[in-house]
């Protein structure tokens, strides 16, 4: 072999080096870009092959104060003669609701409202009325009404919005206040 032969060998090895090194140096150059072009927020320098984490949180909270739940009787007194009046008067247990899930335990939602987890509350109940016989003097808790929405959220370096739930309600019964109607 003689070395104008070597040498025309060891140029066009050196060429295909460098031919090679800048196609794969582009092709780089474009999966980045087109990662970036995906990924709106995407940060440079920043590896999108992070630990994926979750959580989610409350949104739209709105309350009601002095609502009357209805849907928990916490005492009764029927009427049994005509013309008596009927009393109520002693310490209750009132029901906390409070709707959870997609993504959020009972008590991070109680905690979020600012609200115990527990789920009643003792409640004393003093009522009396007039009530005709057959009819009955029946006490309901008031307390706070929430309605809320819950988001959840999944993490890579990058924050994504995965859902958010339908409306979502909890009761807190206040522990000295009642309705007293007559059914």
Not at 52 to 61: A, F, R, W
Not at 94 to 99: G, L, Q
Not at 168 to 179: E, L, Y
Request: aromatic share 4%.
């Amino acid at each position: 072999m003689r070395l104008s032969s070597t040498t025309r060998i060891a140029g066009t090895v050196l060429a295909l080096s460098a031919a090679l090194l800048a196609t794969a140096t582009a092709a780089h150059a474009s999966a980045r870009s087109a990662h970036e072009d995906a990924s709106p927020t995407a940060k440079p320098g920043i590896s999108t092959r992070a630990a994926v984490g979750k959580y989610s949180k409350l949104i739209n909270k709105s309350k009601q104060t002095n609502y009357t739940n209805q849907k928990d009787e916490i005492a009764r007194c029927t009427a049994q003669t005509k013309g008596m009046t009927c009393m109520i008067n002693k310490t209750a247990s009132a029901t906390r609701t409070i709707d959870a899930g997609f993504g959020l335990s009972r008590g991070a939602v109680a905690g979020s409202l600012n609200i115990s987890q527990a789920k009643t509350q003792s409640v004393a109940v003093t009522c009396s009325s007039p009530v005709k016989k057959g009819h009955s003097l029946v006490a309901y808790p008031i307390g706070t009404r929430y309605k809320y929405k819950i988001e959840k959220h999944i993490t890579t370096p990058l924050d994504y919005k995965a859902g958010t739930s339908g409306w979502k309600h909890a009761f807190n019964p206040a522990p000295a206040k009642v309705s007293c109607k007559v059914k």
